[in-house]
């Protein structure tokens, strides 16, 4: 960020408080709107001198809910407060509550006196896409929203502003269903859109002036993005996951549905100009551009973390037999080119999602544009050929690939092609440790030198040893620890040019899910008080906290999580309505002196339920829950087709 606060006055202000936002047609019951936030009692009110700063925070949590609570169930609940402790040894409590700019399927302004669709889907010439089920041929809009990057420029020119301009970056993974009921995902170019937004100088409230939905035509369009970050050069990172696999391509019908719905031709899209990881630049008037780099591996992207060098990435690889990769830009702020790395582990524990020592196998040097010529002319067995059953060759070597086995071969010469268009098989190839699963979230905490990563799952690949790792650990997932250190060297012996090497990696303690060997009471099929599929990860250097959303099917309803590296204490800060996952986290220390939790939720009432030949629940996670809180739902989002966007309130100047 580019800040220029003034000091003096933002040590005098204490707290967030929201503002009302335009009325949201549809939007749902009024516990989406909340009222001001803050403290509720008068000390709160009190002013800190501007000699005083903020020595330390804790935060007081939420219960989990029941079915008492079904009206909470069903909507975003936060129930959490934060106590400051000053350097003057005076204290302050803070009641977080919860703030969106909208809801998916809202007519929000466009900046230009007219309205836009709030996640509409649009095609390569930027029409927007229709749902031909719908009978009123109705525009597709998301209940997906995603990665998020909240962040200021210095000479902003968006008019309408009457406060401070402040942008918000969000990125929509997909759209669960259409009008009918037929699965959507994957079958859609995901939508971006930069929103401006309007920042009171006295309260930090920040409300939505322009909607503005990037053109990402020329960039082929958009695939499944999830996680996002913010650059240290305050750029939006974004992602693409879940590659669509080149070598079988003609037989994947939901990419020839991508393709169609981008293109209107089923066979136009290239597999090969997705799975990179694209980066949206913000305009003074609250538009924005977009270019994909493909030197940095064309893999399950899930939000990418860059380490204070302004050089070097770590990528979560959300995939089945994943690989941990790290990328060392050959420039600071710039992505363009570098190296591609990918780690090794030599394991020295197995329990609770064991331990590691880390090396690291340098796959390649490139950069994007050179990449990127070889996408838009090469196909799969150009590179390598690829078989799914054993051949009995022994030019042939056997992989693990996307819970499979594969057996491949390379094309002579074909080196850097495979290594940034076929990362997953080439890494496989070279040697590394293929095995992790849903590898989602990548944070740092830049004063200690460590970096979190979210482990969603423990099964699979990471059990069975097929990517060189075996270990024990809950389907609920972990978040590990990982030291960053310079000095290192690959496995050639050369050295990594950077100070920011992840060199081992074990669980955190209190971070390791539990499962429940029955369901409780409520159908929950792991602890409510531990966190459970870790996704989402954001660290604050100044609370000196770690900021975790689930993406459960272990949780009736996911939660947002902060947990204190230094008190090491774990607390329950809002519950997203039943059946969403928490997305879009993005924490925010300070912008124009004040700080933000941005927190957004997918998929409201994705019920997972079994059913018998009648149509009759007989059991699933939220078995004991749907019939309750089903009409709730759809009466808060859409019928289950729109979701919010937006943050928390409520905490303090952290200065």
């Given amino acids: 960020m580019h800040e220029s606060p003034d000091l003096s006055r933002r040590r005098l202000l204490q707290f967030l408080s929201s503002a009302p936002l335009l009325p949201l047609a549809g939007a749902g019951s009024a516990s989406l709107l909340l009222s001001a936030c803050g403290g509720s009692s008068a000390a709160d009110a009190a002013p800190v001198p501007p000699s005083v700063t903020l020595s330390s925070v804790t935060f007081s949590g939420m219960p989990a809910l029941s079915l008492a609570d079904a009206a909470k169930m069903a909507t975003t609940t936060v129930g959490s407060a934060l106590q400051a402790v000053y350097s003057d040894g005076s204290k302050r409590s803070y009641t977080l509550q919860y703030q969106p700019f909208f809801i998916t399927g809202a007519l929000v302004p466009n900046g230009s006196g007219g309205t836009i669709l709030a996640g509409g889907y649009y095609d390569i010439n930027n029409k927007p896409i ?92 958009l695939w499944i993005t999830c996680g996002a970050s913010r650059s240290p050069w305050n750029t939006h990172l974004s992602s693409e996951e879940y590659e669509p696999d080149a070598t079988a391509i003609a037989t994947n019908a939901q990419f020839a549905s991508f393709s169609t719905n981008l293109f209107g031709d089923a066979a136009k899209a290239n597999p090969y100009h997705y799975g990179h990881l694209p980066e949206v630049t913000v305009n003074p008037d609250g538009t924005g551009s977009i270019k994909k780099h493909y030197c940095m591996g064309r893999l399950s992207h899930e939000l990418v973390q860059v380490m204070p060098d302004e050089r070097t990435a770590l990528m979560g690889d959300d995939a089945t037999n994943g690989g941990l990769f790290m990328f060392v830009a050959d420039r600071a702020r710039d992505l363009s080119s570098g190296t591609l790395y990918v780690a090794k582990w030599a394991q020295k524990t197995s329990d609770n999602g064991g331990s590691a020592d880390l090396s690291w196998i340098k796959l390649g040097s490139a950069t994007s544009a050179e990449i990127k010529a070889l996408a838009d002319k090469l196909k799969a067995a150009d ?15 056997q992989i693990p690939f996307s819970g499979k086995k594969n057996w491949v071969k390379l094309v002579p010469g074909m080196e850097k092609a495979a290594a940034f268009l076929e990362t997953h098989r080439y890494a496989a190839l070279k040697g590394a440790s293929m095995g992790f699963t849903k ?132 607390t329950r800060l809002l519950s997203t309505p039943s059946g969403a996952e928490s997305t879009g986290l993005h924490a925010v220390d300070d912008i124009n002196g004040f700080a933000y939790i941005m927190s957004n939720f997918q998929h409201p009432g994705d019920w997972e339920v079994t059913k018998d030949a009648a149509g009759n629940v007989t059991g699933g996670l939220h078995s004991k829950v749907m019939t309750t809180l089903d009409p709730l739902i759809r009466a808060n989002y859409r019928d289950r087709f729109g979701a919010a966007v937006g943050y928390l309130t ?3 100047v952290l200065n």
């Fill in 130 to 221: 229709v749902d031909s089920t719908d009978a009123g041929k109705r525009q597709f809009f998301s209940d997906c929203p995603d990665g998020t990057s909240l962040l200021k420029l210095d000479a902003p020119t968006v008019a309408g502003v009457k406060g401070n301009t402040v942008f918000a970056v969000v990125q929509f993974e997909y759209t669960t269903r259409n009008v009918a009921g037929a699965s959507m995902y994957g079958m859609l170019p995901s939508p971006i859109a930069v929103l401006t937004l309007d920042q009171d100088k006295t309260t930090g409230a920040l409300s939505l002036v322009k909607y503005h939905n990037v053109d990402t035509s020329a960039v082929n369009g």
């Fill in 383 to 397: 590179i390598l050929s690829v078989k799914t059953a054993d051949p009995a060759d022994a030019s042939y070597t």
């Fill in 439 to 570: 590898m989602e979230g990548t944070t740092v905490n830049a004063k200690d030198k460590i970096a979190y990563s979210a482990m969603s799952y423990i099964n699979g690949a990471m059990k069975d040893g097929s990517g060189g790792i075996k270990v024990t650990g809950p389907t609920a997932g972990i978040v590990y620890g990982l030291n960053l250190k310079g000095g290192q060297k690959d496995t050639t012996g050369a050295a990594i040019d950077s100070d920011w090497v992840p060199v081992d990696m074990a669980a955190v303690p209190a971070l390791v899910g539990e499962d429940l060997a029955t369901p409780d009471a409520l159908g929950n099929l792991a602890n409510p008080d531990k966190v459970a599929n870790p996704d989402n990860i954001k660290f604050s250097e100044k609370l000196r906290t770690l900021f975790i959303g689930e993406d459960s099917g272990l949780h009736v309803n996911n939660f947002l999580w902060a947990y204190n590296v230094d008190t090491k204490s774990l």
């Fill in 650 to 652: 409520g905490l303090p």
